[in-house]
């Protein structure tokens, strides 16, 4: 079961630096969607570790929150292309004008 | 195992790859290898339930939502490579590798032991011994997380709706406004003239002849002229002569008399007692068969 989390926490790092990369807003997203997905795949392998299945159910809550998360984030990148053209987290360092 | 050892590499390597790929359509793509991955290996832990989840909202739902956003954005935009805080991209990388040595070290001198079977928790079946949990034990933060999805649903129409700030255009108005042009300007009241379809191909992109053999320009999208894909009246011109040189048919000849029509190329086709019009008309069927 170790490797599942190595390979959890290998994802996890990949997207961290992803997130401090990118410059792309939607890639930056799409590594925060990474991160989440490696902490699942940790607690589905921790439910199979200890024999019960509260860490499929935070797994399941963490997908619906991911979910709810991507809608308003998404809403966002798209509200600051409208105004400013860019997607690049750059432009968007002051959150007015 | 096996399934751990082929997913491992080919989930690690997509998710490099979304580190350098320059284009954010390739870091979605790559992004749906590891989600599906995971949802493979989400089976291979005994969680069916989550298997279907994961490929249903996370690589059904929110990457699509992800492409449909590359879509509206622009799938060509790319990421800048200049660097705007000095020295944080080193920083960044070696930061994140610092964090992967200790986590991969740390975590790997685990020894978990053996691990526990899940059947006797899954005992009625992997979603009914969910639901007991979700809804007796953690019925309160089920309700939240419904208050949660509807706030988001509620935040993204508010986010994307725009006001309008000049009153919609009504038929009439559209219509007073092409008289108002014929006026001023002579421009012409009707709708514009349809583009040259002829039998060779699709042809959207050719423009109508006008009766003296120029092109109409008008008859083509500007789109498509904006993106200098519009065949030209005289390529077509050549195009049809090719066809009738192909067909056997003398380049540029009068029209033949009906009895002269060969009727190989029409044998195939089930007899039409209605068809009555002139044999001349189905050179253009002909030549795609």
């Known amino acids: 079961m170790t490797e599942y989390i190595v390979l959890s926490s290998i994802?996890?790092?990949?997207?961290?630096?992803?997130?401090?990369?990118?410059?792309?807003?939607?890639?930056?997203?799409?590594?925060?969607?990474?991160?989440?997905?490696?902490?699942n795949l940790a607690l589905v392998a921790f439910a199979k570790q200890h024999g019960n299945l509260e860490g499929q159910v935070a797994a399941f809550f963490v997908m619906v929150v991911a979910a709810a998360e991507v809608v308003i984030g998404l809403a966002i990148i798209m509200t600051i292309f409208r105004a400013r053209r860019s997607a690049s987290v750059d432009d968007a360092s002051l959150l007015k004008f | 195992m096996i399934t751990f050892w082929v997913l491992a590499p080919i989930m690690v390597l997509a998710a490099l790859g979304m580190l350098f790929a320059r284009k954010a359509v390739h870091a979605a793509l790559l992004l749906a290898v590891v989600m599906i991955s995971l949802a493979v290996l989400y089976a291979a832990l005994e969680a069916p339930f989550l298997f279907a989840v994961q490929i249903?909202?996370?690589?059904?739902a929110i990457l699509m939502l992800f492409l449909f956003v590359l879509m509206l954005v622009g799938v060509d935009a790319s990421d800048s490579v200049v660097e705007?805080?000095?020295?944080?991209?080193?920083?960044?990388?070696?930061?994140?590798?610092?964090?992967?040595?200790?986590?991969?070290?740390?975590?790997?001198?685990?020894?978990?032991?053996?691990s526990a079977n899940l059947d006797a928790a899954n005992d009625p079946g992997n979603v009914p011994a969910l639901a007991n949990i979700i809804f007796s034990r953690y019925v309160l933060a089920f309700e939240i997380t419904s208050s949660l999805l509807i706030t988001a649903a509620v935040g993204a129409m508010v986010l994307a709706h725009r006001e309008r700030l000049t009153p919609k255009a009504t038929q009439a108005d559209l219509a007073a406004k092409r008289m108002r042009d014929f006026a001023d300007k002579g421009t012409h009241p009707g709708p514009l003239p349809a583009p040259g379809v002829y039998a060779r191909h699709n042809a959207v992109d050719t423009p109508a002849l006008l009766p003296d053999g120029t092109a109409a320009e008008s008859s083509v999208s500007r789109v498509l002229a904006a993106r200098g894909t519009v065949r030209s009246a005289p390529a077509m011109a050549e195009d049809i002569e090719e066809l009738k040189r192909q067909l056997g048919v003398e380049p540029s000849g009068p029209a033949r008399p009906a009895s002269a029509e060969p009727v190989d190329d029409l044998a195939d086709r089930p007899a039409d007692p209605s068809r009555t019009d002139d044999p001349d008309s189905n050179h253009g069927g002909g030549a795609q068969s």
């Not at chain 1, 807003?25 to 997905?37: K, P, R, Y």
């Open chain 1, 11 to 39: 994802l996890f790092t990949i997207g961290a630096v992803g997130v401090l990369v990118r410059r792309n807003a939607i890639v930056v997203f799409m590594c925060v969607e990474l991160m989440l997905n490696a902490c």
């Open chain 2, 56 to 60: 249903i909202v996370y690589t059904g």
């Open chain 2, 84 to 114: 705007t805080i000095k020295g944080q991209r080193p920083l960044a990388i070696f930061t994140g590798l610092l964090l992967g040595i200790i986590l991969v070290l740390g975590l790997s001198q685990l020894s978990l032991g053996a």
